[in-house]
Structure formats: structure tokens, C-alpha cells
């Protein structure tokens, strides 16, 4: 079921059945404490993570993650974090809704377990069209991705290149310039996401 990325950081997937594609949850591991990123609910998932160490918490890159956060954090009896990215009405409804409100929300300023560092990611278009609005979470030479980016056949698709209509390319080229600043900035030299393979060696 667990897929090594290294020898601290594991993936699992689990299919979408309502998109059709796939989705990965990520297991962080520092010492005997674990966290979990954007999991994805399959079974056996509660007791290998016992059985691997202690887990810490559960972190959302994006509300749009739900996936199974809510009952494995529940199961676990650990702490649940959701990104402090937006203040409307519309997505404080959505929140409840899946019935994460009694979540922690975190932002860039957050300590989180682990040594883990979160990065605002909101790329917007010159007409003002916002991408994604997410956290990328930092981890040693790691950046874990909600829907920015993922690799397929070894290449970066940035987001929303071949998923969505983007006239011009304007979106995925707001996104891919977001993107590489970070990377420069966290000198990140692996990217993982929530969707396809895990990139190695950015320069």
C-alpha cells in the first residue's frame, strides 16, 4: 500500500471515482512521529500508520483535500489543520459542510510538527483570475503540492494544463511563474503532489 519516496516520506493512492483519476496521500516521518498529508481513506491506512510510529496530525493543502482527513484524524484521535487561505461566506459553508469546523486552521506563520513550513500559493492572472489558492508544505528538501502541479512522464504539468479550458495559457502560466519562485526560494529539489508521479532533481 505504501509507496517510499525516501526513506522519511511515503505516498499511497487510492482512485477519484467521481474524476476519474488518481489521488496520493503523503506520510511525513521524523523520528517515531508521523504526518499526514492530504490522505486519501483506504483500508489498513489507521494501523500502518501505528504501526510505523506516533501520529502527530492531519494537514489539508487545500479545503478542496477533504478526502478521508476528517475520519482518519477522528480515528487516530489527533489534530486536524485546514489552510487559512480564504475569509468568505461561500467556503466557511463548504467547510462545515464536510464537517471540518472544528479543525485548527494554519497559515504561513503556523509552527507545525515536524519542522514542516507552509507557503501561501495564490497565483493570479493580469485579468485577476486566482488559479489555486493553497498551502505548499515544506519538508526538508521536499515540497508536498495540493493541485498546482504533479509530474506526468517525468515532466511537470502545471496547473490547469490539460485538466481545464485556459485560453492563451494564461492560468498555467501564472502558476508555473508561482511555482518556480518558490522553488527557488525553499531551493526545493523534489516536488510531491496530491495528483500524479513525484518529480526529482529540480534545478
Known amino acids: 500500500m505504501l509507496i517510499p519516496v525516501s526513506r522519511n516520506i511515503f505516498r499511497w493512492r487510492s482512485n477519484d471515482p467521481e474524476l476519474g483519476i488518481d489521488q496520493y496521500g503523503t506520510m511525513l516521518l521524523k523520528g517515531d512521529s508521523i504526518v499526514i498529508i492530504d490522505p486519501p481513506m483506504v483500508p489498513g491506512l489507521v494501523e500502518a500508520i501505528k504501526t510505523l510510529g506516533k501520529p502527530e496530525c492531519v494537514i489539508m493543502t487545500s479545503p478542496a483535500h477533504s478526502r478521508g482527513s476528517n475520519i482518519l ?27 471540518l469546523d472544528w479543525a485548527k486552521r494554519y497559515n504561513e506563520h503556523t ?74 526560494k525553499t531551493a526545493a529539489k523534489s516536488l510531491i503532489s496530491g495528483h500524479g508521479e513525484v518529480i526529482h532533481g529540480l534545478s
Do not use: C, Q
Not at 73 to 99: C, F, M, Q, V
Not at 156 to 181: H, Q, S, V
Open 73 to 99: 484524524a477522528r480515528r487516530l484521535g489527533i489534530e486536524l489543520y485546514i489552510p487559512e487561505i480564504t475569509e468568505n461566506d461561500e467556503k466557511e459553508r463548504e467547510i462545515k459542510s464536510l464537517h
Open 111 to 184: 509552527k507545525l510538527p515536524i519542522g514542516i513550513k507552509a507557503h501561501h500559493m495564490r497565483p493570479m492572472t493580469e485579468n485577476g483570475d486566482i488559479v489555486v489558492d493553497e498551502m505548499e508544505l515544506e519538508f526538508e528538501n521536499f515540497l508536498i503540492l495540493g493541485d498546482s502541479a504533479w509530474g506526468v512522464n517525468g515532466k511537470i504539468n502545471y496547473f490547469p494544463a490539460n485538466i481545464m479550458p485556459d485560453e492563451g495559457r494564461t492560468k498555467e502560466t501564472a502558476n508555473r511563474k508561482a511555482l518556480e519562485a518558490l522553488i527557488k
